[in-house]
């Protein structure tokens, strides 16, 4: 369920964060809406594009991947998911 969350001002600083394209910045703060409170969220791209860009022509996988290629987010399994 999405949640309202404040953004702050440090992440546009942050030098993982400027290294990112501006689509992809957009995304770590559309996830954080679509996150639990600890940050967690399922690796769905198809469902994380519907929820984020959803009326958008992005390239999902790409924008994950620049995402952890830049430390900004990483998966994990638990249980199987």
Same mark, same amino acid.
């Given at each position: 369920?999405? #949640? =309202? #969350?404040? *953004?702050?001002?440090? &992440? @546009?600083?942050?030098? /993982? !964060?400027?290294?990112?394209?501006? %689509?992809? #910045? $957009? $995304? *770590?703060?559309?996830? !954080?809406?679509?996150?639990? /409170?600890? +940050? =967690? ?6 469902? =994380?594009? %519907?929820?984020? @860009? ?5 390239? =999902? ?6 995402? *952890?290629?830049?430390? &900004? %987010?990483?998966? @994990? /399994?638990? +249980?199987?998911?």
């Amino acid at each position: 369920m999405a #949640r =309202i #969350r404040s *953004v702050h001002p440090g &992440l @546009f600083t942050n030098s /993982d !964060w400027v290294e990112c394209s501006p %689509m992809a #910045r $957009l $995304l *770590v703060i559309g996830l !954080w809406t679509h996150a639990d /409170d600890n +940050g =967690i969220f399922e690796w769905k791209p198809k469902t =994380i594009k %519907m929820c984020v @860009f959803p009326g958008d022509q992005v390239e =999902i996988e790409t924008l994950i991947q620049e995402l *952890v290629d830049n430390s &900004l %987010m990483r998966s @994990f /399994d638990d +249980g199987g998911k």
